[in-house]
């Protein structure tokens, strides 16, 4: 038995079309040699490869952005904690 590659239920081997989803299984190619598939693994981990250090090139010329990270949060906290801190001062000065 064979499995819809739509929604995983079993067909009959000889069967044109999904009998659950109605999948048409004509348009389905037939399995690559092993040599084929060989050439396709490695087509794809030259592509991986590269986009890997395209990626590494991207991060190096503009910076990894990390370094900043921090900054993003403890500046809204502190100026809320100097306004706050101001607030106070101005409440009990004018007492």
Not at 16 to 43: A, N
Not at 67 to 84: G, K, L, R, S
Request: aromatic share 12%.
């Amino acid at each position: 038995m064979n499995y819809c590659p739509e929604c995983g239920s079993k067909i009959e081997e000889n069967s044109k079309v999904c009998q659950f989803c109605g999948y048409s299984l004509t348009s389905l190619s037939k399995p690559e040699s092993s040599s084929e598939k060989d050439k396709r693994i490695q087509e794809l981990e030259k592509k991986i490869e590269r986009l890997e250090k395209s990626t590494q090139s991207k991060q190096k010329s503009s910076g990894s952005g990390n370094e900043n990270t921090p900054w993003v949060f403890i500046t809204p906290i502190a100026f809320a904690a100097i306004f706050f801190l101001f607030v106070f001062m101005i409440i009990f000065i004018t007492r």
